[in-house]
């Protein structure tokens, strides 16, 4: 089974600022996915990042990147130039490449969530 | 394109009384997601369908849950005889395609039960 943890129930970051927020998982897959969503206080779940494990590239969507450690079994988000609307609850989550075989059939294991508040 | 739609968005329900959530994916997107998001947590994952095959359901937590999706396409959640440990936010999630892979999964607003 996996688990993901997320250490920071709250954070918090000026306008323009730079936050990193962090997520660890514990696996004994070897090929596996690994995303970042966002949830508003609308409550619609919305994908910010992913990342496939195999690759060692770091990935980035815009304002959004992530440091991927896989031997350490790390996950931390950036997010740069910060704006109010990024005011949201942050979920990492993990996912078992299904193709792989087994029978995960792709479900998400979120970790517990950070909100995250821009302040102007 | 419509995104993915539930309904009803709030329902209040008293102890003991059965209730149904639905759930509208993306036209066409072949798999289908429950997740349950108690207050204050990260969702959890209740049951899976490819089309009209619900081929895990190894997170539903009684069997006074049950979900289904006739023809592959909406799907319905049943709680029977609800208790308080019910209450949370139900989300739905479908995908284009078999759930492996890089494929996105998206969310439906949810439908927060209260049970009281």
């Known amino acids: 089974a996996q688990t993901v943890t997320q250490s920071q129930p709250e954070m918090s970051v000026q306008e323009a600022e730079t936050v990193t927020l962090s997520c660890t998982y514990d696996t004994s897959e070897s090929n596996y996915y690994l995303f970042w969503y966002k949830q508003p206080p609308s409550r619609q779940m919305i994908l910010v990042i992913r990342?496939?494990?195999?690759?060692?590239q770091n990935a980035t969507e815009n304002r959004f990147s992530v440091n991927f450690q896989k031997a350490a079994k790390s996950f931390s988000l950036k997010i740069s130039d910060s704006q109010l609307g990024d005011t949201a609850m942050y979920f990492c989550a993990f996912r078992p490449d299904a193709n792989a075989g087994g029978t995960s059939y792709g479900k998400l294991t979120f970790g517990q969530g950070t909100i995250l508040t821009v302040h102007p | 394109g419509a995104g993915v739609s539930q309904s009803p968005r709030y329902k209040v329900a008293k102890r003991g009384q059965d209730v149904a959530l639905r759930c509208d994916p993306i036209s066409g997107h072949v798999s289908l997601f429950w997740y349950q998001q108690a207050l204050g947590q990260g969702p959890e994952f209740l049951t899976y369908?490819?089309?009209?095959?619900?081929?895990?359901k190894s997170g539903l937590p009684s069997d006074r849950f049950f979900a289904e999706r006739p023809e592959g396409s909406v799907s319905t959640l049943k709680i029977q005889r609800t208790q308080q440990e019910d209450s949370a936010v139900y989300l739905c999630?479908?995908?284009?395609?078999?759930?492996?892979?890089?494929?996105?999964?998206?969310f439906g607003p949810g439908t927060r039960l209260l049970v009281l």
């Open positions: 990342q496939e494990a195999y690759k060692q």
């Open positions: 369908f490819q089309n009209e095959a619900q081929l895990d």
């Open positions: 999630a479908s995908s284009p395609r078999l759930a492996g892979g890089r494929e996105t999964q998206y």
